[in-house]
């Protein structure tokens, strides 16, 4: 027998997807930080719980009714906040589909959006891949990548 791929589903996150957020996001390959390291910078699941209930700012990708990636936005600052899969579930599409979804709804609201990352990671080539080109080199040498409409 053949082996079934599930179908992805794409969504606005909800409070209930937060936990899965945060269990994602603390067993990333690159840049992986704890929940204490979260906290330190002042990400924590209240805080984001109230952002997700506050404005649709996370789209969450669903595999067989389990969060598998997700992707939050900061509207203000028109800029990409996160995006981070599943380890288990990476190279399947799961992040261009969700960079679509922030994308779209970062550009409903300006020309030119932005996203901060590190040089010569996985994900500075996955953006540029993407059509993102690098603008500066900004505190810590991060990169900021710019795109637009």
Known sequence: MGQTQSALIIGVATAADVPAMFDIRTRVRENALTRAQ??????????????????????VARMDGRVVGFA??????ASLFALFIDPARERMGIGRRLLAAAEEALFARADRIQLDTQPGTRADGFYRRC????EAVIDGGDIRMTKHR
């Open 38 to 59: 979260l906290a330190e910078l002042g990400i924590t699941e209240p805080g984001i719980t109230d952002a997700v209930q506050a404005d649709d700012c996370a789209f």
């Open 72 to 77: 939050m936005i900061d509207a203000e600052a």
């Open 131 to 134: 059509g993102w080109q690098v």
